[in-house]
Structure formats: C-alpha cells, structure tokens
C-alpha cells in the first residue's frame, strides 16, 4: 500500500496507473485512501485485466504483445470493464493507446491536467 504522507510528486506512473488504463491520482477512492491503485491492492485478484498483466509481468494492458488492436482482448473488454465503462463513461482503450504512443509519464501528466482519472468517452483527450 502506498503511504499516505507520500507526496503526490514522488509517486512514480507504476503507482498511480491501473493496468486498464485509469489514472488512479483522480480516483476520490485512492484520493481518501481507501485504495491503495491498481497494482498494489492485492484484494483485486477477482479483476482478469490486473492479473492478466501480472502474469504476463507488464505495467499495462499498453504493453500488450498480443494485441496490436486492444479492443480484441476479451480479458480487457470483459463484462466487468464494459460495465465500468458505461458507469464511468470512461474510455479505456483510447487511454492505453495513449500511453502506447506516449509512455505513462506523459499520460499521468495529461490526466493530472485535466483533473480525470480516465479518458472520456467521445470527448476530445
């Protein structure tokens, strides 16, 4: 779990950046402390896309061999990230293609700017 008194310019793109693509540092959960981010909470083993990417040791879903098309991967378009999307009206896919072209620093600034934790769906990123 990251410390709470960690200020938020020492936290690295490996702490703040979900496998799926959001950007936990505007998420109110992880903001009050009640998530630890993606990566360290040990309780989401119930998420494929965080142990897919496990297993196969990458950050993200950005770093993906497999799939030159993300949206081919049934792990990340599963039933539980389509309903996230929908609830979140967040575009994942568009946020990992971004740190595909652009590298997770560059899109934690990106977000961190807009004060979102994802991309949005049919909104201009």
């Known amino acids: 779990m990251i410390p709470q008194n960690l200020e938020e310019n020492q936290k690295t793109s490996n702490d703040v950046v979900a496998a799926c693509g959001l950007y936990c540092s505007e998420c109110p959960k992880f903001k009050s402390g009640k998530c630890p981010g993606c990566r360290a909470n040990t309780k989401a083993s119930w998420c494929k896309v965080r142990s897919c990417n496990i297993e196969l040791g990458q950050s993200t879903c950005a770093e993906c061999k497999q799939f030159t098309n993300l949206k081919e991967c ?49 909104e201009q990123n």
Request: hydrophobic residues 35%; contains cysteine; glycine residues 8%.
């Open 74 to 122: 049934k792990k990340l378009n599963n039933p539980i990230s389509k309903l996230f999307s929908i609830i979140f009206k967040s575009d994942r896919i568009a946020g990992l293609e971004y740190i595909r072209a652009n590298g997770e620093e560059a899109f934690c600034q990106h977000l961190k700017e807009k004060g979102k934790m994802a991309f949005k769906k049919g």
